[in-house]
């Protein structure tokens, strides 16, 4: 077992595998921390307004502790990656069981870890009381399909909402569509396209 900075034990397999990714990270990105010594000795939820993969390599190197992610299960599970990332402590999460992985992220911040939630997430459309629930109305009371797209190629976002009219009409330049996002609402005055696409 090795310790971090504030004294905390972690496996050698965490730490020798996090210590050739950063070797790795830093082939490619030059990254200069600052301020490092403020960070509070004990546990921490850390919320940044924006992250990617890229931005949370970046995290780890700049940060002398492990950082806990907290991840959409989809990528959790996927067959390559899972190994390392519950090596390295990810958090999954679903829109349906979210309590539970704000319970497990609680456990590893009341042990004195820090813990990274995206605020963003994946939107999901079905669940209201869930994770990340996204609604859309338009003016006239049309009927909308909403629909996350991974590859929505509206650039420089690559992911996007998709809301398609399923029943009635949009007037190009008179109706408004209204979204609904966590956090914030968000409103357009409809083109002359049957279908919008979101960044997110």
Same mark, same amino acid.
């Given at each position: 077992?090795?310790?971090?900075?504030?004294?905390?034990?972690?496996?050698a397999?965490? =730490?020798?595998?996090?210590?050739?990714?950063?070797? !790795?990270?830093?082939?490619?990105y030059?990254?200069?921390?600052?301020?490092?010594? @403020?960070?509070?000795? *004990? *546990?921490?939820?850390?919320l #940044?307004?924006? +992250?990617t &993969?890229?931005?949370?390599? +970046?995290? !780890?190197?700049?940060?002398? =502790? #492990? +950082?806990?992610?907290?991840?959409?299960? %989809?990528?959790?599970?996927?067959?390559?990656?899972?190994?390392?990332?519950?090596?390295?402590?990810?958090?999954?999460?679903t829109?349906?069981?979210?309590?539970?992985?704000?319970?497990l992220?609680?456990?590893?911040? @009341?042990?004195?870890?820090?813990?990274?939630?995206? /605020?963003?997430? =994946?939107?999901?459309?079905?669940?209201?009381?869930?994770?990340?629930?996204?609604?859309a109305?338009?003016?006239?009371?049309?009927?909308?399909?909403?629909?996350?797209?991974? /590859?929505?190629?509206?650039?420089? &976002?690559? /992911?996007?909402?998709?809301?398609?009219?399923?029943?009635?009409? !949009?007037? %190009? *330049?008179?109706?408004?569509?209204?979204?609904?996002?966590?956090?914030?609402?968000?409103? &357009?005055?409809?083109?002359?396209? #049957?279908?919008?696409?979101?960044?997110?």
């Open positions: 077992m090795a310790s971090d900075p504030t004294g905390m034990s972690f496996p397999t965490e =730490r020798v595998l996090r210590s050739l990714g950063l070797l !790795l990270v830093r082939l490619i030059r990254v200069t921390a600052f301020g490092t010594e @403020r960070l509070p000795r *004990g *546990g921490f939820l850390l #940044p307004n924006h +992250i &993969w890229v931005d949370a390599l +970046i995290l !780890l190197v700049a940060c002398p =502790r #492990p +950082i806990r992610f907290v991840i959409d299960q %989809e990528y959790y599970r996927n067959r390559f990656l899972h190994p390392i990332l519950r090596t390295v402590g990810c958090i999954p999460i829109a349906r069981r979210a309590k539970d992985a704000m319970r992220a609680s456990e590893k911040i @009341r042990d004195g870890e820090i813990v990274c939630l995206d /605020k963003r997430g =994946r939107p999901q459309f079905n669940d209201p009381k869930g994770w990340n629930y996204v609604t109305e338009a003016s006239n009371g049309a009927v909308l399909e909403l629909r996350y797209e991974q /590859k929505g190629n509206i650039r420089p &976002w690559d /992911k996007t909402i998709l809301i398609r009219v399923q029943r009635g009409f !949009l007037r %190009e *330049g008179v109706e408004q569509l209204v979204v609904e996002l966590p956090g914030c609402a968000c409103r &357009w005055i409809c083109g002359h396209r #049957p279908e919008t696409s979101v960044p997110c």
